[in-house]
């Protein structure tokens, strides 16, 4: 089962190798991650997505909680959850292609962000399964770089309301 993890953890050098560090030796590939400071100063939050069972997860999240520098872990997978993926993709395109390029990126509410002679850059963000349909769209004219952010994700409403 694919798991979102959201960690608040103190923002202090180290603390990134620490906590993949630990899901590496206890034999979890990290899918995705993407670590951005909070609306506090001095705390970073750190998404990441791990594929596992639930038992095997709840240890992983007991085993985060004891690391000094993390200061809260939430399994989000079963709450309502917001998630997003940034990306960039570059692609091939001729005078004749950037038409339909355009109006795929437009329907995928995207946004052309450089053009050249022969390529088009574009900015597409959302969940993990719009961004791999719009890949799969790109991949006949021809991707030349692709770069993605990692999985960002907030649980819906506040946390009064969750409480």
Do not use: C, W, Y
Not at 103 to 115: I, P, Q
Not at 120 to 129: A, F, N, Q, R, W
């Amino acid at each position: 089962m694919r798991h979102v993890l959201s960690a608040l953890v103190q923002n202090q050098p180290g603390v990134l190798a620490q906590i993949t560090g630990m899901l590496a030796s206890r034999g979890f590939n990290i899918d995705s991650l993407a670590v951005g400071e909070t609306e506090v100063k001095d705390l970073s939050r750190m998404t990441f997505v791990v594929v596992g069972d639930d038992a095997e997860l709840e240890q992983v999240r007991k085993q985060l909680d004891k690391v000094v520098t993390v200061v809260k872990v939430m399994d989000i997978s079963s709450e309502n959850f917001v998630e997003r993926d940034l990306m960039l993709i570059k692609v091939k395109s001729d005078s004749k292609q950037r038409v339909e390029i355009s109006l795929l990126v437009e329907m995928f509410r995207g946004r052309v962000v450089d053009v050249t002679h022969d390529t088009l850059m574009v900015e597409v963000s959302g969940t993990e399964g719009k961004i791999e349909a719009f890949v799969d769209l790109m991949r006949p004219f021809g991707i030349i770089e692709m770069a993605r952010t990692g999985r960002i994700a907030l649980v819906r409403g506040s946390q009064e309301e969750r409480a």
